[in-house]
């Protein structure tokens, strides 16, 4: 399985962008990259993924590196309900491979602290 | 709102004593996980059901077992917990092996 590398945990300030990185260097061509969030005692919810092309949703945006080596995932104003541990995860592209192979590898992901 | 539900939120059992947790949904999706989520840790994949077919990670431990009755309903099965097998446990649902994943709110299990 790819693996991902993220910091153990970032700060932001409130009302202020985050820009959280991923380095996934053993990406391979087919796998997408996915960002799932958990807020403190809930479980973990889907926020954003992506293959080449930076992607944006209502949540936030995923910028991808041109060789695809690494990502980030950009919360543009965060708030204080925007604490909570990011993983950045590397799925296969469906088509290419059984859904065995499918599944969320969760790593140790990114802890980030929002201060009023 | 359509959404993953888990029973209870919070269970407490003893040492060997059989527990069964609980998840429903009502997201009509075929694919109904389970997780392990120890303190500090990442989740963990135990098993998952595509529809009425189950699906077993080679290191999840004989003592898991589950069940699918129907699509709304899913249960985790633990035969004789230890004291090892204490952890939140994560229900998500998907509506293939490929879609994002929808995850209920855990249910923390304390083995005494």
């Known amino acids: 399985d790819a693996k991902t590398t993220q910091p153990n945990s970032m700060e932001s300030n409130e009302e202020e962008p985050v820009h959280l990185p991923c380095n996934h260097s053993t990406i391979s061509g087919t796998d997408y990259i996915h960002w799932y969030r958990q807020l403190p005692s809930q479980g973990p919810e889907y926020v954003i993924h992506?293959?080449?092309s930076n992607v944006n949703n209502r949540m936030a945006s995923l910028a991808i590196a041109e060789d695809r080596k690494s990502s980030t995932l950009i919360l543009h104003r965060a708030t204080l309900r925007d604490a909570a541990v990011y993983y950045c995860?590397?799925?296969?592209?469906?088509?290419?491979?059984?859904?065995?192979?499918?599944?969320?590898?969760f790593g140790t992901g990114t802890l980030l602290a929002v201060q009023p | 709102d359509a959404m993953v539900i888990q029973n209870p939120r919070y269970q407490v059992t003893q040492f060997g004593k059989p527990v069964t947790l609980s998840c429903s949904q009502t997201l009509n999706h075929n694919v109904m996980y389970w997780y392990q989520q120890k303190s500090s840790q990442a989740p963990k994949l135990l098993f998952h059901?595509?529809?009425?077919?189950?699906?077993n990670e080679a290191d999840t431990p004989d003592n898991f077992q589950s069940r699918r009755p129907n699509t709304s309903f899913c249960f985790l099965d633990i035969r004789s917990p230890g004291l090892g097998d204490a952890a939140m446990y994560l229900c998500?649902?998907?509506?293939?092996?490929?879609?994002?994943?929808?995850f209920g709110p855990g249910t923390r299990l304390t083995v005494l």
């Open positions: 992506g293959l080449t």
């Open positions: 998500a649902t998907g509506q293939t092996l490929y879609n994002e994943q929808f």
């Open positions: 995860i590397l799925r296969p592209d469906p088509t290419m491979y059984g859904g065995a192979t499918n599944k969320l590898i």
């Open positions: 059901y595509y529809d009425k077919d189950f699906n």
